[in-house]
């Protein structure tokens, strides 16, 4: 089956510099790949995805970039701001299925 | 719009004594439903999902179970709970091609 790998466990940055996590898979097949936001005490928030037919996908401060080959992608936070502070998740899956598998998560803070 | 509510959002209970939670969504029809686990400062373990009423999968062997008796009514039981069954509960549901939508989680703890 899918398994994920996320790096760094830990994350911490100044604001307004930029943040990236980075995650590995190793089913070849998966082509969806979601990233989430949980804040203390709240479920995950679907933040940004991207399918396998795209290298990059942007939304204002964040990003992901997905390379295939490799079978990695990352998410960017450009000029981090504090509230920017939480876990992120990264999964994969095919298709959406039964199948999405998660990253252990980062945990990110952005000092004032 | 699509939601889902989850309940109760804290919860304290003995060891030994059973458990009950509920998920609910609403704004679709035949969504598939998850129940993960997360304990403190951990990722998400998948617990159960469901692709329709009455059809449960189990990830991993546990002290815990997963009933679907309605199309948007997803619950997690045990009969005697562990200290081990300590941690934050999140439902989730899916449908199509796209990302799960999470709710709020259960913050469980067991003394």
Redesign the interface.
């Known amino acids: 089956g899918e398994n994920v790998e996320q790096h760094p466990s830990t994350l911490s940055v100044q604001e307004g510099d930029s943040a990236v996590i980075k995650c590995t898979y190793s089913d070849s097949a998966s082509n969806?790949f979601?990233w989430?936001k949980q804040e203390l005490?709240?479920?995950?928030?679907?933040i940004i995805?991207i399918r396998s037919n795209v290298g990059e996908k942007k939304d204002q401060r964040i990003a992901v970039t997905l390379n295939k080959t490799a079978k990695h992608f990352s998410l960017h936070i450009t000029e981090t701001q504090p509230e920017d502070s939480a876990v992120y998740?990264c999964?994969a899956s095919i298709?959406?299925n039964?199948d999405?598998r998660?990253?252990?998560?980062t945990?990110l803070t952005v000092k004032p | 719009s699509q939601t889902i509510h989850q309940w109760p959002a804290t919860l304290v209970q003995p060891v030994g004594s059973p458990l009950s939670l509920e998920c609910t969504v609403e704004g679709t029809s035949n969504p598939n439903l998850y129940w993960y686990r997360q304990a403190a400062g951990r990722g998400l373990q998948l617990l159960f999902y469901s692709v329709g009423i009455g059809q449960i999968s189990s990830e991993v062997p546990q002290n815990l179970s997963a009933s679907r008796p309605q199309d948007r009514q997803f619950i997690l039981s045990s009969k005697k709970l562990l200290l081990s069954d300590s941690g934050f509960y999140l439902c989730a549901w899916s449908r199509g091609f796209y990302g799960y939508t999470f709710g709020s989680g259960t913050r469980l703890t067991v003394v």
């Open positions: 969806y979601p989430y005490g709240k479920g995950p928030q679907l995805d998740f999964a298709n959406n039964n999405m998660f990253g252990a998560g945990r």
